[in-house]
């Protein structure tokens, strides 16, 4: 895999570079996910009405506890190998990678069987009302059906954003934001499968994704030439990769299960329309997660090499990136909440409740903000169990909403939850970024001494 073969060098290439070939591209994508994600929820609104909304908002929660936990071991495999994959050394790489997926695969099958035998008790905890049970089951089980594609999709995601060309992150990432609105078109306005297109149509278009993602590797020279040695096991780094991917999902795990307990107060004290608003969301925090993916690919190599002018210069940045876009967030969704939930419902009762949950949700895009990135810092340094406090936090605000402020202050307390956790969570990550930056530049310069 030699320098013509991939165009980031994030150990000698200028920031300003590195930044503009993964971040602009990702950037462009994540702007253009908001599109997609308005227009797939005018379609779920025309074709199935708060239905589709309402399904996700009981079970989502749930769902989303287990997708985390193999997408934390896809990043903790990312970090754990990045060396790997700046050698120029292919059989080493497609080593790597193929035990990636492999770690990966592991704890999804792990997810599936949980999930299988669970279904009974998680749904009587999550007291899903009866009136959507049976539809709410078969999302449950077509979710459970995903989740290996889905897990082999996120790892592929990563390694390809990392050691892609600028054209490859950018069609790569549009098609892995776009997923849900291209199913969404062709299974349900193309085809009118109905309620069964919603339900299984992600399938075929990830499985059709797995292979674009699969001939973008061979193009960065990471899967071509793969030997049948290339597939033996090395238990030792799949346990290790899981084991680093677990202890990032602790910090995950947290946030999960507190939403959690969220969603079983609001299925347990609100109404319908209520369960329904707070689903409906557009993705304009999602550019935040250009900071996360950036530091991911960027600290860990630098920070080892001992790159510290270099790691100070990306941190401080993303920082400032985060606390400006975090606020042009939150004005948008205090000021829009009734224009876009006017686009898609006649009902004036959801138009005011989308507007008053906009409003509190806007409110917490700014702790969100120092969030998506000190968080992912600690993470790419090797202090995961810093930035477990943020999990800590985020669990803390969340509970006093699920089991104070839904009993005694109905939805209100349920669209308190994102300001609450996240500004926890938020102020924490940033209370020990002051606290152990100076601790972590000095441990950067003994490693470049090292080198």
Same mark, same amino acid.
Request: hydrophobic share 50%.
């Given at each position: ?44 609104? @025309? ?327 000190? @968080? ?21 605000? @969340? ?53």
């Amino acid at each position: 895999m030699g320098k013509t073969e991939v165009e980031n060098d994030v150990l000698k290439d200028g920031v300003l570079r590195i930044v503009l070939n993964i971040g602009a591209p990702l950037l462009a994508v994540q702007l253009l996910s908001m599109l997609a994600a308005s227009y797939t929820n005018q379609i779920y609104s @025309r074709y199935f009405g708060k239905l589709v909304f309402l399904v996700t908002g009981v079970l989502s929660s749930v769902i989303a506890l287990f997708q985390s936990a193999y997408s934390s071991v896809a990043s903790g495999t990312w970090i754990r190998s990045a060396a790997a994959y700046a050698e120029e050394d292919r059989g080493r790489a497609n080593r790597v990678t193929v035990n990636a997926l492999y770690s990966v695969t592991l704890v999804v099958l792990l997810c599936m069987l949980a999930l299988l035998l669970g279904k009974g008790c998680i749904f009587r905890a999550m007291n899903v009302p009866l009136e959507i049970h049976r539809e709410a089951g078969l999302y449950y089980y077509a979710q459970v059906a995903l989740m290996p594609f889905a897990g082999i999709n996120a790892m592929l995601n990563t390694i390809i954003t990392a050691r892609g060309r600028r054209g490859m992150v950018f069609a790569e990432n549009l098609l892995f934001v776009c997923g849900p609105a291209i199913a969404a078109m062709l299974f349900i306005a193309v085809l009118r499968m109905g309620f069964w297109g919603w339900l299984l149509g992600s399938i075929p278009v990830t499985l059709a994704h797995i292979g674009v993602q699969w001939a973008f590797l061979k193009k960065c020279g990471i899967v071509a030439g793969l030997k049948p040695e290339h597939f033996r096991p090395d238990w030792e780094s799949i346990f290790g990769n899981a084991r680093y991917g677990c202890l990032l999902y602790t910090q995950m795990i947290l946030c999960c299960i507190s939403e959690m307990a969220i969603s079983m107060q609001s299925n347990r004290y609100l109404d319908m329309d209520e369960i329904a608003t707070v689903t409906i969301l557009l993705p304009l925090t999602s550019p935040l997660a250009v900071c996360s993916t950036l530091c991911s690919v960027f600290v860990p190599q630098n920070y080892g090499a001992g790159k510290t002018l270099r790691l100070r210069r990306f941190v401080s940045g993303a920082i400032w990136f985060g606390a400006v876009y975090g606020v042009g967030c939150a004005l948008f969704h205090m000021l829009a909440g009734e224009w876009y939930f006017g686009t898609l419902f006649d009902d004036m009762a959801m138009i005011e409740l989308g507007r008053e949950y906009w409003f509190w949700y806007g409110l917490g895009c700014i702790p969100l903000a120092m969030i998506y990135v000190i @968080r992912v810092f600690f993470d790419s340094v090797g202090m995961a169990k810093v930035s477990m406090l943020s999990g800590a936090g985020e669990l803390l605000g @969340r509970l006093v909403c699920a089991f104070w402020l839904i009993p005694c202050f109905g939805y209100i307390g349920r669209f308190a939850a994102p300001l609450l956790g996240w500004g926890l969570g938020g102020l924490m990550m940033t209370v020990m970024y002051f606290a152990l930056r100076k601790k972590i530049w000095e441990k950067c310069d003994r490693n470049g001494r090292w080198t």
